[in-house]
């Protein structure tokens, strides 16, 4: 089947007629680590037309990484090859470093540098003159809502504006191709539509190709085109209405009334046919394999409406069963339930009227909620909105400056040491040390936590 990814855009001439942004032939990369060889993208074939926006999308460890950096030159292929607008990446490097901006998944800000200093010394490595920065600089942080910020060091800035300043920073030469790297990863949802703005200004002004991974699906539904990656493999490419149509028929909701809504869930994600089963609201959303199982379900569920299927539905249905969720072991006829043993006993954190104050800064400013023993708690907000400072109070690792929390039965002001033994945390940038082996990373936490002999090895196994 003919789509984007194949045929140039024929809405405009000029597009028609340039070569392609990227050719990828036969691509094949592996990484060896001991004496296991490991293939990192295998057979890889296909062609992004210029002008166009192409998403790149697959789970963790598909291999969307490993395709940036061999498309921005900064690893060789095993066997095939890659053009960038007919410039080899093995033959003619330099030519290909001159027509890309890469802005790679952890993008090196200079923390310790303002806003401006580090524009100079991205304009400084990338050859941009003198003369040619004033304007240049000036429309980029318009663009990017970075201009009051200039003087401010980078590493007192949001995670959002320190994705934006790093997207300007890649864009300072104006490349012909952008490859973006999971560009909105661990950025709030506000932050990431202003990210988008930017994005689709560089595509209508400067004619720039792009090509961006993410693990957003809604993102990938914005684009011109989506490539789907699972194992080193290209699993299927098209446009998104292409995805989406193929499930035409295949998805439905189910009113659960006053059942137990995760039990039906749990129920209808067990039985064959099924693709994919999510709560949404009051109903389950349920993705069939095939038109012909909507009457077994029915029998056993109760009615299904049809419902327009969704990107991310044709993602699970790619996917199949290597994606499909891990189902509880608690037998599916059971519903969940709660087991109380009173208010006191069931409650695990409570904070009450809790504020936070850095000088006369408020992070936390008079917030109060409680979360029960077996409940899932979501905490959200932009970021800068005080998530994090929060989290750390709770931990124990910051001192709240009013208000009371209690975590796991432990006042938090009197005894943090007692509460930490019994929370696990996993921050932002959980710190991994990218020394040592898994195994060595096990037995170091394991060594914190003060797990030892038998038991040790049966967590670990």
Same mark, same amino acid.
């Given at each position: 089947?003919?789509?984007?990814?194949?045929?140039?855009?024929?809405?405009?001439?000029?597009?028609?007629?340039?070569?392609?942004?990227?050719?990828?032939?036969?691509?094949?990369?592996?990484?060896?680590?001991?004496?296991?060889?490991?293939?990192?993208?295998?057979?890889?074939?296909?062609?992004?037309?210029?002008?166009?926006?192409?998403?790149?999308?697959?789970?963790?460890?598909?291999?969307?990484?490993?395709?940036?950096?061999?498309?921005?030159?900064?690893?060789?292929?095993?066997?095939?090859?890659?053009?960038?607008?007919?410039?080899?990446?093995?033959?003619?490097?330099?030519?290909?470093?001159?027509?890309?901006?890469?802005?790679?998944? &952890?993008?090196?800000?200079?923390?310790?540098?303002?806003?401006?200093?580090?524009?100079?010394?991205?304009?400084?490595?990338?050859?941009?003159?003198?003369?040619?920065?004033?304007?240049?600089?000036?429309?980029?942080?318009?663009?990017?809502?970075?201009?009051?910020?200039? &003087?401010?060091?980078?590493?007192?800035?949001?995670?959002?504006?320190?994705?934006?300043?790093?997207?300007?920073?890649?864009?300072?030469?104006?490349?012909?191709?952008?490859?973006?790297? !999971?560009?909105?990863?661990?950025?709030?949802?506000?932050?990431?539509?202003?990210?988008?703005?930017?994005?689709?200004?560089?595509?209508?002004?400067?004619?720039?190709?792009?090509?961006?991974?993410?693990?957003?699906?809604?993102e990938a539904q914005r684009v011109d085109g989506v490539l789907v990656l699972h194992e080193g493999k290209?699993?299927?490419?098209?446009?998104?209405?292409?995805?989406?149509?193929?499930?035409?028929?295949?998805?439905?909701?189910?009113?659960? &009334?006053?059942?137990?809504?995760?039990?039906?869930?749990?129920?209808?994600?067990?039985?064959?046919?099924?693709?994919?089963?999510?709560?949404?609201?009051?109903?389950?959303?349920?993705?069939?394999?095939?038109?012909?199982?909507?009457?077994?379900?029915?029998?056993?569920?109760?009615?299904?409406?049809?419902?327009?299927?969704?990107?991310?539905?044709?993602?699970?249905?790619?996917?199949?069963?290597?994606?499909?969720?891990?189902?509880?072991?608690?037998?599916?006829?059971?519903?969940?339930?709660?087991?109380?043993?009173? &208010?006191?006993?069931?409650?695990?954190?409570?904070?009450?009227?809790?504020?936070?104050?850095?000088?006369?800064?408020? *992070?936390?400013?008079?917030?109060?909620?409680?979360?029960?023993?077996? !409940?899932?708690?979501?905490?959200?907000?932009?970021?800068?909105?005080?998530?994090?400072?929060?989290?750390?109070?709770?931990?124990?690792?910051?001192?709240?400056? !009013?208000?009371?929390?209690?975590?796991?039965?432990?006042?938090?002001?009197? *005894?943090?040491?007692? *509460?930490?033994?019994?929370?696990?945390?996993?921050?932002?940038?959980?710190?991994?040390?990218?020394?040592?082996?898994?195994?060595?990373?096990?037995?170091?936490?394991?060594?914190?936590?003060?797990?030892?002999?038998?038991?040790?090895?049966?967590?670990?196994?």
């Amino acid at each position: 089947m003919s789509t984007v990814l194949d045929q140039p855009n024929q809405t405009h001439a000029s597009k028609a007629s340039m070569p392609p942004a990227i050719e990828c032939a036969d691509l094949e990369k592996r990484f060896t680590s001991g004496k296991q060889t490991i293939a990192a993208l295998r057979g890889m074939d296909f062609t992004m037309p210029s002008g166009s926006v192409t998403a790149l999308i697959g789970p963790d460890g598909a291999g969307k990484t490993t395709l940036m950096r061999l498309e921005a030159g900064l690893m060789h292929p095993d066997r095939g090859r890659i053009r960038i607008f007919v410039a080899d990446t093995v033959v003619d490097p330099d030519g290909v470093r001159s027509a890309i901006g890469y802005m790679p998944q &952890h993008f090196g800000l200079y923390e310790d540098l303002t806003v401006q200093e580090n524009l100079n010394l991205f304009a400084d490595l990338q050859g941009v003159l003198p003369e040619d920065r004033g304007e240049r600089f000036e429309t980029l942080l318009a663009m990017g809502g970075l201009a009051p910020f200039t &003087h401010r060091l980078a590493g007192r800035l949001s995670g959002g504006m320190k994705q934006k300043l790093g997207l300007i920073c890649t864009l300072l030469r104006t490349p012909k191709l952008l490859l973006l790297d !999971e560009p909105t990863v661990g950025v709030d949802p506000v932050s990431r539509q202003e990210l988008w703005p930017i994005i689709k200004r560089v595509i209508t002004e400067d004619g720039m190709s792009v090509l961006m991974s993410t693990a957003y699906l809604d993102e990938a539904q914005r684009v011109d085109g989506v490539l789907v990656l699972h194992e080193g493999k290209l699993l299927a490419k098209g446009t998104p209405e292409e995805f989406t149509q193929r499930l035409s028929g295949r998805v439905f909701t189910l009113d659960v &009334h006053d059942r137990d809504r995760r039990a039906v869930q749990r129920f209808a994600s067990q039985q064959p046919g099924v693709v994919d089963a999510l709560l949404r609201g009051s109903s389950v959303r349920v993705v069939l394999e095939s038109t012909a199982d909507r009457q077994r379900l029915a029998n056993a569920l109760g009615q299904l409406e049809p419902t327009p299927p969704r990107f991310e539905d044709a993602f699970i249905d790619l996917l199949g069963s290597q994606m499909k969720v891990e189902t509880s072991s608690t037998p599916s006829n059971q519903p969940i339930s709660r087991t109380s043993h009173g &208010h006191d006993r069931d409650e695990v954190i409570r904070v009450d009227r809790v504020c936070k104050l850095f000088g006369t800064f408020k *992070a936390v400013n008079n917030i109060s909620f409680t979360v029960e023993r077996g !409940e899932v708690f979501g905490l959200l907000g932009a970021n800068g909105a005080g998530k994090t400072t929060c989290f750390r109070m709770l931990c124990g690792l910051l001192p709240s400056s !009013e208000g009371t929390l209690r975590v796991a039965g432990v006042d938090m002001r009197r *005894a943090r040491s007692k *509460a930490r033994a019994r929370i696990g945390y996993i921050s932002q940038g959980f710190a991994l040390y990218r020394e040592l082996t898994v195994t060595r990373n096990l037995r170091f936490f394991a060594g914190v936590y003060g797990l030892r002999g038998k038991r040790l090895l049966t967590r670990m196994d």
